[in-house]
Structures are given as structure tokens and as C-alpha cells.
């Protein structure tokens, strides 16, 4: 219901009732009244000090020094008019009050139940310089007081010259002089319509419309400015497009500030939590989990590395590192440059959305291990795959060398990163119960199962770096997830604490045994040099506890490495941030993996090895290579694996089985075909989870070697379910 559709009477009673209110409380609150006069004096605020975990400064947020007073003769007509467009176009004709906006207000208070202002230029003022910022109904009194004693202290021409003066446009620019100097270096009588357009959109929310840290958000709200100039006729529309078109050059503060994305994200938390007034003048001290000797060693790898990756199409990098036991994060590089205008390099890649690749993929077979679907020996049949699901195009997934490599176990399909295995992975699985393990474990972008297909096992749904952070410190601490923090404590200008880091034992999200199995093959060496070597930047030296997953999008648009240890978590991601391709020569090993290399190798260097202790609900078997159980009477090459208790192969399965062959094809009939032309043939094979069945010496396998696996094709009954495998029990043998 519309606030215009209550009846005019009511609507007078309603509005009448608040002024009622207004003046009901005077008396109440008249005696804590800070005296408008204030106003016309400007008070001495205390700069705000970022400092890294040892003591460093990072950023001074300051408005002392920055807080230049100016007459309103020296502000454009166009600032002037940018501001009442946006802000408060009846200025001139209220009295403090704009009654749609009371309109506005009082329906929100009596019918939604919800505080709300009318937010005009006096009462902004107002509570911006007498008023904290809070939302209350003693605070709506003082403020409502105070608006009117200054309309009737003031005239128009004085208020609108004490707002620009006094009126917060975001970090050290305090006031419409600081903030030209600030965003473009120059005077406020220099700025252009354009400038002014971006400059009279920050007040709203100055954190979140710097163009420093939102650029694109910045850009939006500079177009909304315009837009209301040009509806209250203050321009026309072709100086509204020539003002779009502009090109703003900002004047960055680069000497001034050290990990700046690091600092942006912390300085945000900061407003949320204690207002944007007390953050730019009220003098916090504020202690944050940075290591700015780590910091700058991964900024100054991310730059020298991805300076090498030009031929590679690759123009940028971001790295985040993280303490897993603690949450704390000890370096965040956003780009490769803050201030790099070839990238947008104020852009943070690492609280951006980008696909993992392949490195979402040990989340997956966690999944399979919770569930008890699979153990490390499970046995998939990599051959060419389709899945056909309902409503859905079939889905066929190549591996990332094109090449198929039939029957592999678990350990070393996760090791190698094999596609085809991971997809048949999360058809056993299902998405609905693979979000909701990656959820528990930080990865929070994930929504809906119903958005998703298959390929969400190879990086077809889009993370953020922290949430990968969080998600592999899970891995790292054997189960326990302790999200992100980036400040350890805030005191205020006096020394006093206001908030403080307290150790926490975190959420315990997966049983200790499933990630020290999923570590178990991600240091493993040999399971991973199929595809990798054995000498590959995956290993760290004197460091063999480091677990370690790339990942790479299909499309050459991300490439990841994401490897940690009991003591350190490093994500790194290269690519580019307007989405174009990379070469086809980029991948997790020449692309992220020499920068991550790096990183760790710097972080553990002087630190002893710390592999996490095995857990008592993981016991160790030798099983058969071909079947992933116990070995068979006649023997068959074997290898020792880790499993579960209660998961371990218990059974031997015959080597040799009966198989119904289709003869045209000399291939085994996989479920759920029609065939015609068929017998029963004895052979070596091998059914994985979705009861597909591999056959080592069919004569089509053996006789023509040089042609390609035929496809199977595996009918999924429905995409938000576990795929139920038909026939996928062997018999003992």
C-alpha cells in the first residue's frame, strides 16, 4: 500500500502526529543538545591509523591535514546543482523538512516498522557534524530540533556552504575542497561537470562509491547524478552525454598507502561497524593480521612474474594468503599494481568472482569420501563419456591434455586432475549434495543447485578467492573452518579497546579423516606426475607436507593454483580482468604456479616440516591396481592406500569376468543399451561407480590401439539427485 492511497485525512494525522512527536520530545532532549553554532566553527578531528600485525603502518585516514574550507562562491554552479539533484532538489523551498520525504518516512516508521529520515541538505548536515550516527528515535528527535534551530540560525547560501565544507566524500576528504584535491588533485572551481557528477554522488555512501575501491559502482552512481540533473532541468541531455563520455583521471595517493586493497577491505568493515564519521575523524587505532613483509613479497612476485606472462595474454595476478588454524589473512594482492591503469589495478581480483577450474575439484571428492561412496581406490573408467540429462544438452568432457587413460583409482585421477572422473564423480554425488558440502566448507556463491550442470566439478560456477581460502583452510586444519579475519583489534583515540580478535576453535564441517585423505593424494607426488612430471613447481622444497590443486578454466580465462600445509594456505590466480583469453600455453603450472611456489616457498622457509597426524579412523590396505580391492588369488600388481575405517576393501574381484560383448563393435554392452548381435564373453574388465564397464583386452582395445575408445554414453535421471549405478555391485570372487 502506497502512502498516497491512505486518505487525506489520515494522511494529516499521520503527519501531524510526527511533528507532535518532534515537539513531545524537545523537552526530553533539549537540556543534551549540542548548540547549532557549532555549526559555523570546524572541530579538529584525529586521524584513524591501519597498522599490519607488527606494528607497521599501512594507511592514515585523516581529515585534519586534508580540510580546506571554501566560500560558495568558489564552488561551480554545476557542483552546486549536482548536489541538490541528487541530494535534495526542494532545498530552496523547505524549511528543513522535505514533506514527501517525512511522507516517505512516516509510512516506513508506522506501517513498515522501519526508522527512516527525509534526508534533506540541512538535516545531513545536521547529523553529519552535531549528531552520531545512529538510528533511533532520541537521535530522529535531536536531529528534527537541530534542523529546524539552524534553518531559523541560518540562511540557505550559509547552509549549503557549511554542507560542502562539512560533509564527509570519503577517506581523507573531509569537506568538497579535500575531496577535489583527493579524487582529481585540483581545486574545487577547476572541476568539471563531469567531476562534479562523481563528487556529489559519494556522500550517500562514500566507501561504497569511491571509485578508489568501486570503480564500476562510482561510474553508476556518476551516471545517476547526471541523470537527475538533467530530470530537474539543470542540464540538457547532450551535456549529460558529453559528461558520460568524459574521461576521469584520478589522482591516486600511491606514496601514501601500503597494501591498498588489503586496506580498502579492512577500512570498509571498519564503517560498517562504527560509521563513516568515526573512521575518517574519530582516531582509531586499528591493528589488522597483515605481515607487511609477506605482503610485499607477494606483491613484488605477482608483478615480476606476471611481467613474463605477456606472450601468454596474461596481464594480471592476485594472491591471497592465509593462516588456516587462525582465519587470519597475512597478505591480500588485489593486481599486480594498484595503481596500474592498463588493468583497472584498484580492481580487487581476490573478493571478485572468477571460475576455479579444476581446483573446486577435491571439494567434489570429499563429497564422494563423507558419503562413503568412494575411498582413494575407487576405481573410474576414463574413456570418452557423454551424460545425458534430462532438459539438457548432452554433456561430453575432455580431459585437459585430449587424451583418455581408462582405468584410473581415485588417488590419481584427483592427482592428475582428470576431467572425466570428476564428472563421474558428481554424478554420483549430486550437485545438491556437493553444494551443500562446498557451502559448509566457505564456499557461500554457490546457490540454487537448479543453476548448475555437471561442469560445476571443473569450475563451471563462479568463487571468490576467499572463499577458496576458507574452503582449503577446511583441507588444512582437518575438517575445522574458521573464516576470514583481517582486524585483531581497535582501540579508539584514547587508548581504549573497542574490539578485540579472540581465539576461536572454530566449526568442525568435515570428519578429520576425509581431509587428511583428500591432503594424503595432494602431496603425493607420484600420483600427480602423469600430468605434471615429477619435478614440477608443485613441489616445495624441503617442504613435502605442502598439499597442492591448480585448476584452469576450459576457456582459458582463469588459472589457479591453491596449495597449503598445516601452517599456510596460498591461493593464487592469473588471467585478466576485462575476461579475454589466455594463450593456450597458460595453465596452472607455468601460469600461477611459479608465483605460488614462490609465496609459500618464502612463508615455510626456516620453518620444519609439520605433516598433520593421521587419525585413528584411517587405516592402510594394499590393493590391486586394475581394481582398487584386495588382490586376487592368481595376484595382480599392487600399492598400499589409506582408507576410512569401514570403507577398506574387505573382497578380492576376479581380474577375468563374464561380459555381454556386442560383436559389431567387439565392446562391452554398457548399461542401460539396446544391442543386437551379442554374447557373453569372458575378459579382464573393470565397472566404475556409475556401473559403466571398461574391458582391458577386448580385441577393439587391444588389435586397434590407435583409434579412439568408443563413447559411452550415461543416461543421469535427474541432475539434482546421486546417480543410483545399475549392475555396479561385483561379485566376491
Known sequence: MKFRAIPKKLRRIIIFSFLGLVLAGFGLVIAYLPSPTRLSTFPYPASTLIYDRNGSLLYEIYTEKNRVPVK????????????LAIEDRGFYKHFGFDLKGISRAVYNIVF???????????????????????????????????????????????????????????????????????????????????ESALLAGLPASPTRFSPFAHPDVALSRQYLVLSEMREGGFINEEQARQAREEELNFAFPGAKIKAPHFVFYVKEQLVEEYGQAMVDQGGLRVKTSLDLTIQDFAQSTVASEVAKLQRAHVSNGAVLVTEPKSGEILAMVGSKDYFADD???KFNVTTALRQPGSAIKPLNYATG??????TPATTFNDVPTCFSVPGQKGYCPRNYDGLFHGVVQLRYALGNSFNVPAVKMLAVNGLESFIATASAMGIESFADPENYGLSLTLGGGEVKMTEMATAFGVLANLGIRQDLVSILEVKDRNGEVLAQKKSTLGKRVLPPEVPYLINDILLDNGARSAAFGSNS?????????????????????????????????????????????????AS?????????????????????????????TVVGKTVCNETGMLPPEGGCAGRYEYFIKGTEPVK?????????????????????????????QEHMMNRDPLGTIFCF??????????????????????????FVAPGAIIEEN
Open 72 to 83: 560558495l562562491e568558489e564552488v561551480p554552479e554545476h557542483l552546486i546543482q549536482a548536489t
Open 112 to 194: 513498515k516498522k522501519k526508522l527512516q529520515g527525509g534526508s534533506t541538505i540541512t538535516q545531513q548536515l545536521v547529523k553529519n557534524a552535531l549528531l552520531t550516527p545512529e538510528r533511533t528515535w532520541r537521535r530522529k528527535i535531536k536531529e528534527a530540533i537541530l534542523t529546524i534551530a539552524t534553518e531559523v540560525i541560518y540562511s540557505k547560501k550559509q547552509i549549503l556552504e557549511m554542507y560542502f565544507n562539512q560533509t564527509p566524500y570519503g577517506g581523507t576528504a573531509w569537506g568538497i575542497q579535500a575531496a577535489a584535491k583527493t579524487y582529481f588533485d585540483k581545486n574545487v572551481a577547476n572541476l568539471t561537470l563531469a
Open 343 to 345: 588493468i583497472d589495478g
Open 369 to 374: 569420501l563423507v558419503t562413503g561412496r568412494v
Open 537 to 585: 613447481l608443485l613441489v616445495v622444497e624441503d617442504h613435502p607436507e605442502v598439499s597442492v590443486k591448480t585448476g584452469t578454466t576450459n576457456d582459458k580465462r582463469d588459472n589457479w593454483t591453491v596449495g597449503y600445509s598445516p601452517e599456510i594456505v596460498v591461493t593464487v590466480w592469473v588471467g585478466n580482468n576485462d575476461n579475454t583469453f589466455m594463450s593456450a600455453v
Open 588 to 616: 596452472g603450472v607455468t601460469g600461477a604456479s611459479p608465483i605460488w611456489n614462490k609465496i609459500i616457498s618464502f612463508v615455510l622457509k626456516d620453518k620444519p616440516q609439520r605433516f598433520p597426524a593421521r587419525p585413528d
Open 652 to 680: 578380492s574381484v576376479a581380474l577375468r569376468q563374464p561380459v555381454l560383448i556386442q560383436k559389431d563393435t567387439n565392446q562391452p554392452v554398457q548399461p542401460g543399451e539396446q544391442k543386437e548381435n551379442l554374447e557373453w
Open 697 to 722: 583386452d577386448c580385441p577393439a582395445n587391444i588389435e586397434n590401439t590407435d583409434q579412439p575408445w568408443p563413447t559411452t554414453n550415461i543416461y543421469v535421471p535427474n541432475n539434482l539427485d546421486p
